[in-house]
């Protein structure tokens, strides 16, 4: 068990650009999710993978945000024309849930982004 | 809907004196918490979680939660603080999707704890 990765750790960007994360889950974890955090903020989940499905997104993920999950392992997460307001912190979570969903979500380091 | 709240924005802490985060929950149904603890520039780590059964939860680096129906709480404690344990700390709750099987987790606003020696 490696924990949950993410890439980059940082990301510093100008107004406009296009930027792209990517989380590895741990492994065999059917379940992963994305979260934005802002400075002094609790996480606010933004999006949910169950295997390669993505079945629910946020009101928060307007449509310059897209996330995928092909085959059902790592997820990527996709902003573009980025603006001021999606300077954060964006957490990586995976769990393996079946029936009942009171596993844990273990979180991985998170993709800081900076927008000039 | 379901949400958690956390009503001090930090608290301060002698080490080797007792701590307590605070965290009250308003759901529908049962409730499924959880603590989270997050160091600078890191991600969130699980530390406990309460299902149901036992009020008191033990969970890692010798935290406990005490699950209270009745006044709508889980405090987090920990019996005697280390200056490590200074971190941000998160309650949540699981959430039900509004349109898919599953869960997300609603998190309050957080707590940052600082244990001074």
């Known amino acids: 068990d490696t924990g949950v990765s993410q890439n980059p750790r940082h990301k510093i960007t100008k107004r406009g650009q296009n930027v792209t994360f990517r989380c590895d889950p741990i492994s065999e974890h059917n379940r992963l999710y994305w979260y934005r955090q802002t400075l002094g903020q609790g996480p606010e989940f933004l999006t949910y993978f169950q295997n390669e499905a993505q079945l629910e997104k946020s009101r928060l993920l307007s449509d310059r945000f897209s996330a995928e999950r092909p085959k059902g392992s790592f997820s990527t997460l996709e902003i573009q024309r980025t603006e001021q307001g999606d300077s954060a912190m964006y957490l990586c979570?995976?769990?393996?849930?079946?029936?009942?969903?009171?596993?844990?979500?273990?979180f991985g380091d998170g993709t800081r982004l900076s927008i000039l | 809907a379901q949400s958690v709240a956390q009503p001090e924005d930090q608290v301060n802490v002698a080490e080797g004196n007792p701590l307590t985060v605070k965290c009250t929950y308003s759901v529908s149904g049962n409730p499924y918490l959880f603590w989270y603890v997050q160091y600078p520039n890191r991600g969130l780590q699980f530390l406990l979680k309460?299902?149901?059964?036992?009020?008191l939860v033990k969970g890692s680096y010798g935290f406990e939660a005490e699950f209270n129906k009745s006044q709508t709480s889980f405090h987090l404690k920990k019996p005697s603080a280390l200056v490590s344990d200074s971190a941000l700390y998160f309650c949540?709750?699981?959430?039900?999707?509004?349109?898919?099987?599953?869960?997300?987790?609603?998190f309050g606003g957080g707590t940052r704890v600082l244990v001074k020696p």
């Open positions: 979570a995976s769990s393996f849930t079946t029936g009942v969903s009171n596993q844990p979500q273990h």
């Open positions: 949540a709750v699981n959430t039900p999707l509004r349109g898919a099987a599953g869960n997300k987790l609603t």
């Open positions: 309460y299902i149901t059964g036992d009020n």
